[in-house]
């Protein structure tokens, strides 16, 4: 069993609904967790950083972390054609980010 | 702020030479550098941690012959593919330990022929 559990996809849906990406792990020392967006032949960009339980939110974006479940969760409103990208979870036990990655999951917005 | 420059962005080059990759930190000092590996339709392999003026730690499995990696300075940090395969046929990515995580760099895609 893999440390981060991530589907892959893709997630196809239309434009305006709201997404929902998720990951599970099983180690439970992560106490930092992150999720990047990928374009196609690009580096990784951080979108969100949580730190422990709880939620957080940033423009149409919210991470949620239960730590309990070992789940955390990404949601995007108002999707927008320009959201398509990969979505890969992180998470880390310390600050010292070396990271444990989700598979990614691909996200297609269609207009 | 807090953004990693690497170059080239990609690079085709024949089996036998060799190909280096530089990222740079452009607004902030980088005492340590991740090198990603990373297959299509894959996530991200760590490769090696670098710490600037030290030698790089590699992951189990990761020939460091192979890959060079050199951290002479706070703002530059280099990986040389030696003797590159196809099988090193891959996209590259750097990264940087920023406040809340890792900033990246765009990534390099080496073919090799």
């Known amino acids: 069993q893999k440390e981060v559990e991530q589907d892959p996809g893709p997630l196809s849906v239309p434009e305006g609904a709201i997404v929902s990406l998720n990951c599970t792990y099983s180690?439970?020392?992560?106490?930092?967790f992150m999720w990047y967006r990928q374009y196609s032949r690009k580096g990784p960009e951080l979108l969100m950083y949580?730190?422990s339980s709880g939620n957080k939110e940033d423009g149409r974006f919210t991470a949620q972390v239960d730590k309990s479940s070992k789940y955390i969760s990404l949601f995007i409103r108002d999707s927008q054609p320009s959201d398509s990208a990969t979505y890969l979870c992180?998470?880390?036990?310390?600050?010292?980010?070396?990271?444990?990655w989700g598979a990614g999951t691909k996200l297609i917005i269609k207009p | 702020g807090a953004v990693v420059s690497q170059h080239p962005s990609w690079v085709i080059c024949k089996s036998g030479t060799s190909v280096k990759i530089e990222c740079r930190s452009l607004?902030?000092?980088?005492?340590?550098m991740f090198w990603y590996r990373q297959f299509p339709k894959q996530s991200l392999m760590l490769m090696a941690t670098s710490n600037e003026g030290s030698k790089a730690t590699y992951e189990q499995g990761v020939e460091k012959d192979k890959f060079l990696i050199n951290h002479a300075s706070l703002t530059l940090s280099t990986l040389t593919v030696t003797s590159a395969h196809p099988e090193d046929s891959s996209f590259y990515i750097c990264?940087?330990?920023?406040?809340?995580?890792?900033?990246f760099g765009s990534g390099t895609r080496l073919t090799v022929v």
């Open positions: 607004d902030f000092q980088a005492t340590t």
């Open positions: 949580t730190y």
């Open positions: 180690n439970s020392a992560f106490q930092y």
């Open positions: 992180a998470m880390s036990p310390d600050s010292n980010y070396q990271l444990i």
């Open positions: 990264s940087a330990r920023i406040q809340g995580g890792l900033t």
